[in-house]
């Protein structure tokens, strides 16, 4: 499988300098446009995307080290917090950039983890190393963006500082230039374009232009003491972390899960999932490489094919564009004024029941489904895909407001899914709670318009008490 990905790439061509790079993933964000002649290095700063190959911005800064003949540095900078991570998500994240530095090493390109805000440890690197030029990935998300913005603040202003979207097959800002309605109105946008963006990936090449010295190995335990982080949180034990066991469960899920994801995705007591999200989340795996490889098993299992295509590319980019467009994209007030009219009509409907916080995350409902779908997340780090609706909106059913609810599952969802902390989590949890990308639906008690989903829903799709019986609490 891995021989099949290496050599699809090098016949391609064998070096990302004869590859005609797409200037559309790049967005200059800098004045400076070239480098100063004096330089000494070219910069990848990553981020959201934390592999080696198969990986635009990486490529785009090698494009550049190999034509002005300059070492290649590869270097992420930790921060102690983000968002409601815990050492859970810090920890797979770890192991996965572990395997980054192994493998930058062995190309001879200098792997270097800071430790802080880039704005506060990336301009000093850059002097001391004498810097030429600075590449970075792509988050649409308010905290990545920021430390965008500051690190173009504090950057020389001769440095040429620059972004790529390596996240998505279509870049976000060719996509649309606008935020979108819904899958249907963004779906048509992104099928346009996809076949000149839907290409093989060139390989990021041992790099010949050697720095000075490679750095000293990453001291990984500093970086744990590092983090302030809930470490309550226990680790996952299906999912190993990096692009090894990345590629191992695609190719599961191509060989295995592929000819039911069409037909039975959405029932939680079948193995029908790619399970590719925590990876995707972390960008240890690109998601243009997973649609390349589902697309070779086609033939066999074109509905799987098309599903997952539409689910990994369209609904995918159109939580991107959501967040891109939308900066209230995790407020009710980033939500359509129908949905929000309609809440507020119901602010005072009586809810059947009314749970705490703690309640909900010790799964302490009187529901047992809702219980069971709590219990996985906890456990396992990812709730299945259909549950999630049903769990967000019983959320909204059981607390006091729509703002509350949206509040809740936010938290739950970031603190315990490994593929929090993603625009796809506040799309869902929005989708949910105040039905963006959705229509409205017969009005009622509660959720106004906003789409039901019950107890009974569930039970006429799958084996509830099957399900049930596998999570129960210990
Ligand atoms: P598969 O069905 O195998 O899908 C493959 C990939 O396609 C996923 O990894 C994901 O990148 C993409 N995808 C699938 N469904 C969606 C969707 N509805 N919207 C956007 N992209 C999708 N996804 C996250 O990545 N992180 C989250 O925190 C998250 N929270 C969610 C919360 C709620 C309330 C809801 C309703 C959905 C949420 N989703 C989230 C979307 C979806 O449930 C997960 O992406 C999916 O279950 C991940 O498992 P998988 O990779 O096995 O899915
Ligand atoms: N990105 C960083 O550049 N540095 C970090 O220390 C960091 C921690 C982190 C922890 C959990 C998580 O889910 C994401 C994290 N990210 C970090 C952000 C990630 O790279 C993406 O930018 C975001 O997930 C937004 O898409």
Redesign the pocket.
């Known amino acids: 499988f891995l021989e099949k990905i290496q050599k699809r790439r090098t016949d391609v061509c064998n070096s990302v300098a004869k590859f005609k790079f797409n200037k559309k993933r790049v967005r200059v964000l800098s004045k400076a446009e070239e480098f100063p002649d004096d330089s000494d290095g070219v910069v990848y700063w990553m981020?959201?995307d934390?592999r080696v190959q198969d990986n635009w911005a990486l490529l785009y800064a090698q494009r550049l080290a190999l034509k002005l003949e300059l070492p290649l540095y590869v270097v992420?900078?930790?921060?102690p917090k983000?968002l409601d991570?815990t050492i859970r998500?810090?920890g797979f994240?770890l192991k996965g950039l572990a395997e980054v530095e192994k493998e930058c090493r062995e190309l001879g390109i200098s792997f270097h983890l800071l430790m802080g805000e880039a704005r506060t440890v990336l301009p000093n690197f850059v002097k001391k190393n004498n810097i030429g030029g600075v590449v970075t990935d792509f988050?649409p998300?308010r905290t990545?963006t920021k430390?965008v913005q500051d690190m173009a603040k504090e950057l020389p202003q001769e440095i040429p500082f620059c972004q790529v979207d390596a996240h998505n097959i279509v870049p976000c800002w060719e996509a649309s230039p606008k935020l979108e309605y819904s899958a249907r109105t963004i779906r048509t946008k992104i099928h346009n374009v996809l076949s000149e963006y839907l290409t093989e990936f060139p390989p990021v090449v041992k790099h010949p232009h050697k720095v000075k010295a490679m750095p000293e190995p990453v001291d990984w335990d500093a970086a744990h003491k590092f983090l302030e982080v809930d470490r309550s949180v226990g680790e996952v034990e299906w999912a190993t972390a990096g692009t090894a066991a990345a590629y191992s469960t695609l190719e599961s899920f191509c060989t295995q899960r592929l000819k039911y994801f069409s037909s039975e995705r959405n029932d939680p007591n079948k193995p029908a999932l790619s399970n590719l999200s925590p990876w995707i989340?972390?960008?240890q795996i690109s998601v243009q490489r997973c649609i390349l490889m589902v697309k070779m098993f086609k033939s066999r299992f074109k509905d799987g094919a098309d599903a997952f295509i539409e689910e990994a590319v369209v609904r995918r980019e159109l939580a991107d564009n959501f967040c891109f467009y939308n900066e209230h994209y995790d407020s009710i007030k980033g939500a359509y004024k129908w949905a929000q009219d309609s809440l507020d009509a119901h602010r005072g409907d009586k809810r059947p029941y009314i749970y705490t916080r703690q309640q909900l995350e010790d799964a302490k409902t009187h529901d047992d489904l809702w219980n069971a779908a709590q219990v996985q997340m906890v456990r396992e780090g990812k709730m299945h895909g259909f549950l999630r609706m049903y769990w967000a909106k019983k959320i909204l059913e059981w607390t006091e407001s729509p703002e509350q609810a949206l509040a809740e599952a936010i938290y739950l969802n970031d603190k315990y899914n490994l593929d929090?902390?993603?625009?796809n989590g506040y799309v869902g949890c929005m989708w949910s709670i105040c039905g963006i990308h959705d229509q409205g639906w017969a009005e009622r008690a509660v959720f106004g318009k906003i789409r039901y989903m019950n107890y009974n829903g569930c039970k006429r799709k799958f084996d509830v008490p099957g399900f049930v019986r596998k999570y129960r609490k210990k």
């Open positions: 981020s959201r934390q992420f900078c930790l921060v983000f991570a998500q810090f994240m988050s998300l990545p430390w989340h972390f960008g929090g902390r993603d625009p």
